[in-house]
């Protein structure tokens, strides 16, 4: 065989490789290692412990949990005794509340985040204005659109109820007579309920979505890409997800989510003010007395690095913070003042990127077919999971009586 002939088969050969490689497509599950780090880092399996929250000395208290969980689903905490935290975040709707603002006493302007997970977030609101889960949990008490109450009023409900004055004396100390609690007593008091809430809202963690399960199968050498827990369509989301659609740059980690602020185009309604989010937000954090560097905080080196190294300036007009993409089934409608009604009309606004109205879109226009974003609004459906919390169950095995179950059908 001369040189040429050899060159000429080892071209066919070539050729019919090309041609086969095109006609037999690779199956859409298979994943590249690179690939599979990213589906490992969504995945509930990496989800690190909660971060130490220093500034609140009963956040991992059971008993905090426990008084906190109480106080959550207390309806006395409000002006017309009806009002609780749960009266938004509700534990079927993965404690939202499926309206488009906020309603209680009054109408808020903003729209109800879940708080599954919250306690991973270095910042509290769609704004970020409380650095810390128990300063957050002040502000609605003593919204007049939400609880409507007062610190005063607050303090006078615990010292007044047995029950009550006997959880807040074991974890934070004697109490003095409602009647005769001055102006900085009252303050301490009202930071402590915010403690014990914050105890409580860190129990309330994401449980294993299909997923979740997914990645772990595909990860796994016995299964791999053979998984069926996926249908073609839930994969090519999935692959658009972290690829194409570039929702990893902001979505991202197990809680799927930077827990950082970013303009991405959302308007308000017509006739309203634009809200500009972040920038007021910042300073809001940095000038609260409830904050970490403030004299409420039990963090006894007052390091607080998030306030020290906040990000800040014009870049954050018309930012809000990147929610969790978990649950999302649970959870219209979306966005900070509820202006979608459904999954499809956000990734729609996502397809188009639009220019902001004020500040700058930082997401870019798509381009995706229908098909396409039907494929990615399929992927974001396996991330739903049922909810069930034990609340400090786990924790508080040793406390009689301490062991609250909530599942899906506690509430109908
Ligand atoms: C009237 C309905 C309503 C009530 C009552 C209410 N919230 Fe909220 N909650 C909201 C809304 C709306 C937001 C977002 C507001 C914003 O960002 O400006 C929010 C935000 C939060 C956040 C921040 C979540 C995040 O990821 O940024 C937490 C945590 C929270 N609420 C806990 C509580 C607690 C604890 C209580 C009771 C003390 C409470 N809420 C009472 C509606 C409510
Ligand atoms: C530049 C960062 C960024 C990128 C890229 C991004 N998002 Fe978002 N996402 C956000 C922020 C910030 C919000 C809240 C915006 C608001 O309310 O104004 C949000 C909100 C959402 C919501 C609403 C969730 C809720 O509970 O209200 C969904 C769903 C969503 N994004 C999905 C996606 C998908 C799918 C992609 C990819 C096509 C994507 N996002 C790309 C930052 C981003």
């Not at 290692?33 to 589906?39: F, H, K, N």
């Not at 509290?124 to 502000?139: I, V």
């Not at 930077?258 to 910042?282: A, L, Q």
């Not at 999302?328 to 606004?349: I, R």
Request: aromatic residues 8%; charged residues 20%.
């Amino acid at each position: 065989m001369n040189r040429n002939r050899i060159v000429l088969l080892a071209l066919t050969g070539a050729v019919v490789l090309a041609v086969l490689g095109n006609v037999l497509p690779k199956p859409v599950s298979a994943w590249s290692e690179a690939e599979l780090e990213i589906l490992r880092s969504l995945s509930l399996d990496s989800l690190p412990a909660l971060p130490a929250a220093p500034s609140n000395a009963v956040a991992d208290d059971p008993r905090a949990a426990i008084f906190g969980g109480k106080l959550f689903f207390d309806g006395r905490l409000s002006a017309n005794g009806t009002i609780s935290c749960a009266t938004c975040h509700q534990p079927i709707r993965r404690f939202t509340d499926g309206l488009q603002k906020a309603q209680a006493i009054g109408t808020t302007d903003r729209h109800t985040p879940s708080i599954v997970g919250a306690a991973y977030s270095p910042w509290q609101f769609w704004d970020g204005r409380s650095d810390s889960l128990w300063s957050q949990a002040l502000a609605p008490l003593e919204d007049d659109r939400e609880h409507a109450f007062s610190r005063g009023k607050a303090a006078a409900l615990i010292a007044g109820d047995p029950d009550y004055r006997d959880a807040y004396v074991a974890l934070f100390g004697p109490m003095p007579d409602s009647s005769i609690l001055d102006g900085p007593q009252i303050d301490t008091v009202f930071a402590n309920l915010g403690k014990a809430i914050a105890a409580f809202e860190r129990t309330l963690l994401p449980t294993e979505s299909r997923f979740d399960r997914y990645v772990r199968t595909v990860l796994s050498p016995e299964v791999g890409e053979q998984s069926s827990l996926f249908s073609d369509d839930e994969i090519r989301g999935l692959r658009l997800f972290i690829g194409a659609a570039n929702c990893t740059q902001c979505h991202n980690g197990a809680l799927l989510t930077n827990h950082e602020f970013h303009n991405t185009g959302v308007i308000s309604f017509p006739g309203e003010t634009p809200d500009k989010g972040r920038v007021v937000g910042v300073r809001e954090a940095m000038a609260n007395p409830f904050n970490c560097r403030g004299s409420f905080s039990d963090d006894p080196h007052r390091r607080c690095d998030e306030l020290e190294f906040a990000r800040t300036g014009v870049t954050l007009i018309g930012a809000f913070k990147t929610p969790s993409l978990r649950n999302l089934e649970n959870t219209a409608p979306f966005m900070h003042k509820g202006q979608f009604a459904t999954l499809s009309e956000v990734l729609q606004h996502y397809n188009i990127a639009a220019d902001s109205m004020i500040g700058h879109n930082e997401a870019k226009p798509l381009g995706l077919s229908s098909r396409q974003l039907q494929q990615l609004e399929a992927f974001l459906g396996t991330l739903s999971a049922p909810f069930a919390s034990s609340i400090a169950c786990e924790a508080a095995k040793n406390l009689p009586g301490a062991c609250i179950e909530m599942a899906d059908n506690d509430f109908p």
